[in-house]
C-alpha cells in the first residue's frame, strides 16, 4: 500500500527559481529515498537519507528528513527546464519493498 | 552504477494473448526483484516481489494468475500477463537492488526503463 503522499501534486516554475516538494509518511522508517521519473520512463535515484540524518545536500539538491513529523522535503536549487519530471519519494523499512508516494509533477518553463 | 534492462519497452497486443516482460540485473546479482505498475499521472504500485529459485510475493488485490512471475536465476525475472485484456494495458516498471550490499535495506533501487503494455 502506498504510504507517502507528496505535495504539491503539481508545481510549475520558472528557470532559475527554486522548488520544494514536500513527503509525508506513515509509519517508522530505515531511510527514505527521493527518485525522478521522466515521462514514460522507469525512476532514477536522486538521493537517499537515513533516519538518523537530518539534511543531505547532492549538488543542487537539498533533502531534509524530521522524522518526528514523519515528513521529508526535496529542494531543487535554480531549476533549469531539464529538471521538468515527476519526483517521488519512497520509504524503506529495512526489509520490505520500497513504497513510493504519489509524487509531484515539476514543471520548469525557460 | 548498476543496470538493470527491461524488455520490451513497448507493446502491443490483441486481447486474450500473453505477453512476457523480462528484468536483467546487468552487472549485478539479484535475488530479489519488484515489479509495479503505474497507470498515467499516478505513482507505482507495488504488484509483486519476485524471488530467485522460488515462489513470488503477490500483493493483496494481485491475480497470481494473472501476472505469472518467474526468477529463474539471479540476474533474470519475467513478468508474464497471461489472458491480457484491455484493462491490463499500463506501464508496468521492475527493480532490483544491488545484492552485494543487501537485498533490502539501506540502499538504492535500480529501476528498469519500464514497459508500455497496450492491450486492443
Known amino acids: 500500500s502506498q504510504q507517502g503522499e507528496e505535495d504539491p501534486q503539481a508545481l510549475s516554475i520558472q528557470e532559475g527559481e527554486n522548488a520544494t516538494m514536500n513527503c509525508s509518511y506513515k509509519?517508522?522508517?530505515?531511510?527514505l529515498q527521493w527518485y525522478r521519473q521522466n515521462s514514460g520512463r522507469g525512476l532514477v535515484h536522486l538521493i537517499l537519507?537515513?533516519?538518523?540524518?537530518r539534511e543531505k545536500h547532492s549538488g543542487r539538491l537539498r533533502v531534509t528528513l524530521d522524522t518526528s513529523k514523519k515528513s521529508s522535503s526535496l529542494l531543487i536549487t535554480a531549476s533549469r527546464a531539464a529538471d521538468t519530471a515527476s519526483y517521488f519519494c519512497a520509504t524503506d523499512r529495512g526489509n520490505t519493498p520500497l513504497v513510493f508516494g504519489k509524487g509531484t509533477r515539476l514543471s520548469v518553463i525557460a | 552504477g548498476a543496470v538493470v534492462s527491461q524488455h520490451p519497452s513497448r507493446v502491443i497486443c490483441k486481447s486474450g494473448t500473453s505477453v512476457k516482460i523480462e528484468c536483467r540485473s546487468l552487472d549485478f546479482q539479484a535475488t530479489t526483484m519488484f515489479w509495479y505498475r503505474q497507470f498515467p499521472k499516478q505513482s507505482l504500485m507495488l504488484m509483486a516481489t519476485?524471488?530467485?529459485?522460488?515462489?513470488?510475493?503477490?500483493e493483496q488485490g494481485v491475480e497470481k494468475d494473472k501476472f505469472l512471475i518467474n526468477h529463474a536465476s539471479l540476474t533474470l525475472s519475467t513478468l508474464t500477463v497471461t489472458s491480457a485484456h484491455p484493462e491490463d494495458s499500463s506501464f508496468y516498471i521492475c527493480?532490483?537492488?544491488?545484492?552485494?550490499?543487501?537485498?533490502?535495506?539501506?540502499?538504492?533501487?535500480?529501476f528498469g526503463q519500464g514497459t508500455r503494455l497496450t492491450v486492443v
Open positions: 527493480s532490483a537492488r544491488d545484492q552485494g550490499q543487501g537485498a533490502w535495506g539501506g540502499t538504492e533501487a535500480f
Open positions: 509509519t517508522s522508517i530505515n531511510n
Open positions: 519476485s524471488n530467485e529459485g522460488s515462489k513470488a510475493t503477490y
Open positions: 537519507i537515513r533516519s538518523n540524518e
